[in-house]
């Protein structure tokens, strides 16, 4: 299985841009990568999944290159309601539906 | 479209009980999953049901058991608790993936299962 890599934790302001990097080096061909929120006390959300370089919501992008070996998850003008944890998982391809998160990042998001 | 809903909201045990959680998925999903979450840690993941089956499943205890029914909806059986089964139990619902496609699972709110 595929192990990923995350920041324990990251400090941002409103308005700004937050890019949070996840390392997967041993993510299999049939591997996607998707992105989750998780506000306490709450079930994570989804909020983004890509395959290879780059693809963009309503509410973020994920920037994945060519090796795949990382992905990032870009959060354009923050807000302190975006004060959560943000996990990166690999996985969940056709026949791969096997998805583990990791200990997540908590993004806090100062006034 | 309700979404994924879990019952109950919480729940308190002793050591020893048994404990049953349910999930029903998000309309037009199949696909259900489990997980548990300690505090401050990441949803660990405990199986998944397809077609009534177990598909997959994590690195958890036989005490784990579970079921799907032929609604989709689906049990999470704990037997002979410890304090250590203490968690937010998640379910999450996902439609069948097609190829070319992820899976996107979408989380119920979570059962708080507190074993004193």
């Known amino acids: 299985l595929a192990k990923t890599t995350q920041p324990i934790s990251m400090d941002s302001y409103e308005g700004q841009e937050v890019n949070i990097t996840c390392s997967h080096n041993?993510?299999?061909?049939?591997?996607?990568i998707t992105w989750y929120q998780q506000f306490p006390s709450q079930g994570p959300r989804f909020i983004i999944q890509?395959?290879?370089t780059k693809v963009t919501n309503e509410v973020a992008s994920l920037f994945i290159p060519a090796d795949r070996k990382s992905s990032t998850l870009s959060l354009p003008r923050v807000s302190l309601s975006d004060t959560a944890v943000y996990y990166c998982l690999v996985g969940g391809g056709y026949n791969n539906n096997d998805m583990r998160f990791g200990a997540g990042t908590r993004l806090t998001v100062k006034p | 479209d309700a979404g994924v809903t879990q019952s109950p909201t919480h729940l308190i045990k002793t050591r020893g009980q048994q404990v049953t959680l349910r999930c029903s998925p998000k309309?037009?999903?199949?696909?259900v999953s489990w997980y548990q979450q300690a505090l401050g840690q990441g949803p660990q993941f405990i199986f998944q049901y397809y077609e009534e089956e177990e598909r997959q499943r994590g690195n958890f205890p036989d005490r784990f058991s579970g079921h799907q029914f032929p609604n989709y909806s689906s049990e999470l059986n704990v037997n002979a608790l410890l304090l250590g089964d203490s968690a937010l139990y998640l379910c999450?619902?996902?439609?069948?993936?097609?190829?070319?496609?992820?899976?996107?699972?979408?989380f119920g709110p979570g059962t708080r299962l507190l074993v004193l």
């Open positions: 309309s037009g999903h199949d696909t």
């Open positions: 041993n993510i299999a061909t049939n591997d996607y």
């Open positions: 999450a619902s996902s439609p069948r993936i097609a190829a070319g496609a992820g899976e996107t699972q979408y």
């Open positions: 890509g395959y290879k």
